[in-house]
């Protein structure tokens, strides 16, 4: 009798203590699960901060360079439909001053916007003068008289003649006893012998796409291109350009307001070379717009150039630093060819491959001196806030 009022109590005291056993396994198998999912979804948000940090820059800066390429082929056709290179200049950048001036307008009213003064406004004018009514002009004259491959090799000379003007100004020390300074040296050597050997020396011609020719919308087969002329342009153009990069390193670190810099910097300078058009380009018939590649080439490079690299550029320049920024310019060379070819018919030479490879190991050489120099400078600013730091254990012992 005790014996069958005691089973039952027995019996369920085990089905509790099994449901018991059954809710804390599902409940350890939850927490491990949502361990797991919460391990998933740190991994996941790891690779999207890798990719945001790593990946979207990588991609922004081949979709520039390639923009870039685009923007002076597009350029050179245009040229070879017949509109003047002095046109062409006042018109994309009219059009991008206009784009640039709304977003001037929203940073010009607000409070925390710096003071402008004379003396920047004076500068303002001047990497107008530099960056735009001498540099674009130069720039697409010798476009028009070489090809776009010509353009962005000779672009890679642009940080030797940086640290050349800057040593020359004395802006930068030169230590020949410093591994650095021997590296900007010989790769600002190297690159100027690879710009002479591409400039000055042909080869033989290397056909790349038989059926080129035959494309119908622009006449494909390039006029015959005086590549010396091409190239004293586009070196002065290279001149201009590590001139107003200098002077345009001083004006952001006394006005740090990149918008404002832009957009003056744009309006000067279209003010300037439309003054000089007018009186060198008085055909009428050169300032008329046509609905053709003309148009195109105006527009795109209004939006593209003025607009969109800009502000790719400041961002890029912000998350990865010059160094990474610089490292894309060789890639344009490849772009430039293929383009260039396929195109506009350009004919690729020996000079020019074996002229534009000596110009990247010497840009490479350059960058990597820059690099090294700067991550030594680096070294250095860490290790003084190091030793100047108390010692926390001393102080916390006492």
Known sequence: MIDC????????????????????????????????????????EMGLENFMKNGVPFIVMIIVESGEVGMITLGKAAMDNGMSNLVYVVYYNSLGTLLLFPFFI?????????????????????????????LQIFAYAGIGYSSPTLATAMGNLIPGFTFLLAVIFRMETLDVRRLTSQAKVLGTIIAISGAFVMTLYKGRLIQLFSSASNLPYIQLMSQQSNWILGGICLAITCICSSMWNILQTATVKEYPDEQTIVFFFCFFGTIQSAIYSLLVERDPEAWALRPDISMIAIIFAAVFGSVFRTTVFTWCLRKKGPVYVSMFKPLGMVIAVILGTIFLGDELYLGSIIGGSIIAVGFYTVMWGQAKEKYMAVAVDDFCALESTPPRNHLLQK
Do not use: H, M
Request: a positive charge; hydrophobic letters at 40%; charged letters at 25%.
């Open 106 to 134: 929203f940073r010009f009213f607000r409070s925390d916007r710096p003071p402008l003064t004379l003396n920047l406004i004076f500068r303002f004018f001047l990497l107008g003068l530099i960056g735009i009514c001498f």
């Open 5 to 44: 009022l005691c089973r039952p109590c027995v019996i369920i005291y085990e089905g509790n203590k099994s449901k018991y056993r059954a809710t804390y396994l599902e409940s350890k198998q939850f927490e491990v699960s949502s361990s797991s999912a919460a391990a998933c979804s740190e991994e996941e």
